[in-house]
């Protein structure tokens, strides 16, 4: 079992940056594979980013790609996202997963977080 505890979200102007944490407990964090995940009023939720329970392999979603930063510390129970250039499409809820299979380009959630709040204005 792990459970999950976003934090970091908020609002920012369009080219800041936030830093969101996903803070974890339970046994199975340091084998499983992490990611996250966004969901934007009236859309469906998508995928943002993965990576490994090494920390060795991430995998992002096109829309992301260059101005994300996904990383972990298995010695915090912690992964991370960093989002630079921020764009008001980038606005949605952040969802934290988990997924006990170690899967990065097949990342398939076991576990989620509550979610964090980002709201980018222009």
């Known amino acids: 079992q792990v459970q999950l505890v976003e934090s970091g979200g908020g609002l920012v102007q369009a080219g800041g940056s936030l830093r969101l944490s996903c803070a974890a407990s339970?046994?199975?964090?340091?084998?499983?594979?992490m990611g996250w995940f966004r969901q934007a009023p009236g859309k469906e939720r998508e995928f943002v980013a993965a990576?490994?329970?090494?920390?060795?392999?991430?995998y992002y979603a096109d829309s992301v790609k260059g101005r994300f930063t996904i990383s972990r510390d298995n010695a915090k129970n912690t992964v991370y996202l960093q989002m630079n250039s921020l764009k008001p499409e980038d606005t949605a809820a952040y969802y934290c997963?988990?997924?006990?299979?170690?899967?990065?380009?097949?990342?398939?959630?076991?576990?989620w977080g509550q979610g964090t709040q980002v709201n980018v204005s222009s």
């Open positions: 997963a988990a997924d006990r299979t170690g899967g990065i380009v097949t990342f398939s959630p076991d576990y």
């Open positions: 339970g046994r199975t964090f340091s084998s499983s594979s």
């Open positions: 990576i490994s329970w090494s920390g060795g392999s991430t």
